[in-house]
């Protein structure tokens, strides 16, 4: 695969990332290759390399691990690790499909970093944005050295709006990405290339699905009572990948709520009906308890109807009904955060009886990129 990819590096001109008519020119300036998957390949002996071993990760399907490389709605920027400040854009070159699915994308992206230094040798630090609907900050608004990496990930473009819509993910209505890290000192061999390693990006929704595995009840609907009409593309404050993967299934991954101020919330929002008895929905993060960890006032919950039932709805918190984390008591309530997946399974004894819920809170399966670069270094 590496022996075709550096074929092609003399056959490429180059093309600017943000870009609607590029205009090709000689490419004379160091090469960059990264490698791609968008998704994984689950096996035994894979398990053992992810970010945390412990617990089950839910991988995504889909459109959940989808980027948008026919669009070319994504970023890479370089940034400076000693004071996280802007210092160049990487410029893609050629994009090869390796091979492709709904579950699973892997992509040769060749290209080039537009910095004023070369990189080997350097410790550097990479920033991908990805499925942003081509809102990301414009050229003209960062300056080497100047803009930071807050700035880039607090800009009025990481702020999206959502509607019910966005919950139909596709090639159209992707799910915001976001993913950086630090690497050390750049070594090459002796083809100047090297191979950095994995680059775990976050989804900006949250996963929610409920299911009634028993065929003795027919679910009608299925209701989010609140959910917020605005997100946050980035997770505010995180600097390195070492802020969202620590190595711990239970704190995996971010522990703060990125919400755009004065975000209003609306209500009643209807599940995707996937098949009898099976809802879903995707949603931007929400608070639903206070700075103290209590259930807040106006946080959201579930509510399910069922044909021919004595009650007209019956609700589903968002609160560990079992198992919680260590150090958390039953009961207690959490907040909807973004790359999580909140699975609810639900029965009742009778038609008399209150529900019965079970709630899993999984990380999902981050979406990978596996870095390799080539450079020349004369």
Same mark, same amino acid.
């Given at each position: 695969m590496?022996a075709a990819l550096?074929c !092609? ?17 000689? %490419?004379s300036?160091?090469e960059v ?6 998704? *994984?390949s689950?096996?035994s002996?894979e398990?053992t390399t992810?970010?945390t071993?412990e617990?089950?990760?839910d991988?995504g399907?889909?459109? *959940?691990?989808y ?6 709605d ?9 004071d996280?400040t802007f210092?160049?854009m990487f $410029?893609v070159?050629s994009?090869?499909?390796v091979?492709s699915?709904?579950?699973?994308k892997t992509?040769? &992206?060749?290209?080039?970093f537009?910095?004023?230094?070369n990189i080997q040798?350097? #410790? ?6 990805a !499925?942003w609907r081509?809102?990301?900050p414009?050229? /003209?608004?960062l300056t080497?050295g100047v803009t930071?990496?807050s700035d880039i990930i607090?800009?009025? /473009?990481?702020?999206?709006?959502f509607?019910?819509?966005?919950m139909e993910?596709?090639?159209?209505r992707?799910?915001?990405?976001f993913? %950086? @890290?630090?690497?050390p000192a ?8 090297? &191979?950095?390693g994995?680059?775990?990006?976050l989804?900006a =929704?949250?996963?929610i /699905?409920?299911?009634?595995?028993s065929?003795?009840w ?9 959910y917020?009409t605005r997100g946050m593309?980035a997770?505010?404050g995180?600097?390195?990948e070492?802020d969202? %993967?620590?190595?711990?299934?239970d704190n995996?991954? %971010?522990?703060r ?9 609306a209500? !009643?929002?209807?599940f995707?009906?996937i098949?009898q008895n099976?809802?879903?929905? =995707? ?5 639903n ?5 209590e259930?807040a006032v106006d946080h959201s919950?579930?509510?399910?109807s069922?044909?021919?039932s004595?009650f ?7 609160k560990?009904?079992? #198992?919680?984390?260590e ?6 309530p ?5 790359n999580y997946y909140? @699975?609810f399974? &639900?029965?009742k004894?009778? /038609?008399n009886? $209150?529900?019965t819920?079970?709630v $899993?809170v999984v990380p999902y399966? *981050?979406?990978k990129?596996d ?8």
């Open positions: 590496l550096m !092609n590096i003399g056959l490429l001109t180059a093309c600017s990332s943000g870009g609607d008519n590029p205009t090709p020119e000689v %490419v300036v160091a290759s990264f490698m791609i998957e968008v998704g *994984e689950f096996n002996d398990r992810r970010a071993p617990g089950d990760y991988r399907d889909g459109f *959940e691990n980027i948008d490389i026919p669009g070319r994504f970023r890479f920027y370089l940034i400076n690790p000693t996280d210092a160049g $410029d070159t994009i090869l499909p091979k699915s709904q579950s699973s992509y040769q &992206i060749l290209g080039r537009n910095a004023n230094e040798a350097k #410790n550097i630090k990479i920033l991908v944005l !499925n081509h809102n990301y414009s050229a /003209e608004s080497a930071s990496l607090s800009s009025a /473009e990481a702020v999206y709006d509607i019910s819509a966005d993910l596709s090639e159209n992707p799910i915001p990405l993913g %950086v @890290k630090s690497f750049v070594e090459y061999d002796a083809s100047n290339f090297a &191979i950095l994995r680059i775990h990006l989804r =929704y949250a996963k /699905e409920v299911e009634c595995p065929d003795k027919l679910m009608t609907s299925c209701v989010l009572s609140r917020n593309r997770p505010i995180v600097k390195d070492a969202y %993967v620590k190595n711990d299934y995996d991954y %971010v522990d709520l990125s919400i755009p101020v004065n975000t209003p919330a209500e !009643n929002l209807p995707r009906r098949d099976h809802y879903l929905a =995707y949603i931007p993060e929400y608070a308890t206070t700075a103290t960890g259930l919950f579930i509510s399910v069922f044909k021919n004595n007209d709805r019956q609700f589903i918190d968002f560990y009904y079992q #198992n919680p984390p150090g958390v008591a039953v009961n207690s959490f907040d909807i955060c973004r909140y @699975k399974t &639900i029965d004894k009778d /038609e009886s $209150d529900l819920v079970i $899993d399966g *981050e979406v990129l870095p390799i670069f080539g450079i020349d270094p004369k």
